[in-house]
C-alpha cells in the first residue's frame, strides 16, 4: 500500500498523517477536541445528538471504496484527518515557482497568505453545520435526514482538516485560528463568521438543497483551486475534501430536482398547465416553479459574493506565488504563468456595462466564478428537462450575474434577473417578484412538517431514484432517540 492510504483508527484521532509520531501536533489537537466536541453539542444538529444515523465513515482515502456505512450517534462519528496520498516528485504547476518542488514546509513569505486562505477556508465548515442546525426538525423523510447530517458531520471534519494544518504548520497563530473557528457564530451580531453568505439563515429545506447545491458548489471550486496549491499539506488535504465534497452537492442537486418531480406531477395529476397559476398549485401542497426559481435567484447572488472582488490584486499573488491555483490547472494548457494574459471582466462603467481586456493575474477571481457557473448551468439543465418531459412551459434559469450582489463590480447598482438596471424605486417594487418574500417564506414554512415513518417523504418532494448504500426505500436511515 502507498504512503498513508490506511487510517490509523488507534488513537482518539483518526489519521493518516502518522500522528502517533507527532506528539506535539497530537498533544494540541487532543487540547482542541474537547472544544470542538462542545461546539458540535451546542451548535451541531439540533434534537438528534442521541440518535443512531447510518453514516458513512472513511475507512481509506482511495477513491475506491474509501468508505463504511453503520450507525453512529453523531457525536461519536469519527472525524479524523485524512489526507490524499503523497505524489512522489510532485512539482510546484504554476506561478513564478512553477516547476520547482512542491513545498513540505510552509514558506515563510508565504505564511500569512496562507494562514488566511486556510482559516477562511476553515470558517465556512462551521458556519454551513451552525446555519443547518435546526433542519432536523422538519426533514421531509428519514433518507432526508441521514443525508443532513452525512453533510453536517463531513463538514465538521473539513473543520478538523483546516485545523490540522493550522496546528501543524502555523505555531502559536495558529493555534489561536483554531481556537477562533470554535468561537465565531454563523449570523452572530458581534462575532459573525467570516464570509456574508455563511451568515444568512437556511430556514427550510428547499434552502438547504439549494445551499448544498450552489454554496458547497463554491467550497468545491474554492477546494479545487487549493488542491492545484505548491504547498503540498494542503493540496492533499483538498484533494480528499473534494471526494466528500461530491455527495454534498448530489443532496443539493437531486434534493432540488425532486422537488420540481413532485410540482410537475402534482400539476400533471390535477390537470394543471400554467406555472404561474400560483395559487392553484400551491393548494395541492407543492412548491411553485416560480418560487423554486425566486429561491435559484437568491443563493445564486448570495453564493456569487463569495467568489471575491472580479479584479484582485490577492487573488494575482496567490496565483503568482503558486499557492491557489485555477480550476483544474493541472489539465490547463498555457504557460501557468499568465504574465502576459488577458481576460475580458464585465464590469459596470458609467451606468452601463462593458466588457474590459484586464491582466489575466488580476482576474482569477473571476475566472474560477465563470468556471463555478458553468458547473452550476449543467444542474439547471437537468432541472429543466424534468418540467420539459412533464410538457409544462417554464424553464428555471440562473439569474444575470449583476442581479442582487453585494461584492464586486455590481454591489452599488440594482437590476432584474435579465441585468437590466433599475433605479432604487423599481427595485424596491420589483424585488418582491425576484427574491423570495414574506409569503413565499411562509408558503414553504407551512409545508416543513416532519416525516419519520420509514420509507415516506412528504408531499412536496418526490422519493429519491435509489436509496443511500444501496438500501431499499424503506430502510431506516435514522434510529431517532427522542
Ligand atoms: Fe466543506
Ligand atoms: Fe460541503
Known sequence: MPDGINIDYDGLIPNNVDLAGDARVRKALETWHPGYIDWWKDMGPEGFQESLVYLRTAIGVDPKGWAKFDYVKMPDYKWGILLAPKVEGRTIPFGKHKGEPAWQEVPGEYRAMLRRLITVQGDTEPASVEQQRHLGATAPSLYDLRNLFQVNVEEGRHLWAMVYLLHKYFGNDGREEAEELLARRSGHQDTPRMLGAFNEATPDWLSFFMFTFFTDRDGKMQLEALAQSGFDPLSRTCRFM????????FVGDSGVQRVVERTVEAMRDADITDPHDIAAIRALGVIDLPTIQKKINL???LTLDLFGNEISTNAANAFNAGIKGRYREDKLEDDHALLDATYPVLRHVNGQFVTEEVPALSA?????????VQDCISGVTRWNRVIEKAGIGFKLALPHVAFNRAIGEFAGI???????????AVWQAARDGMLPNDDDAAYITSLMVPVTENGKFAGWIAPPKMGIDNKPGDFEYVQIVA
Open 242 to 249: 473534494l471526494t466528500e465534497e461530491a455527495h454534498h452537492m
Open 299 to 301: 443563493h445564486f447572488s
Open 364 to 372: 482569477l477571481n473571476l475566472r474560477l466564478r465563470n468556471d463555478y
Open 414 to 424: 440594482h437590476t432584474d434577473i435579465d441585468g437590466n438596471i433599475l433605479d432604487e
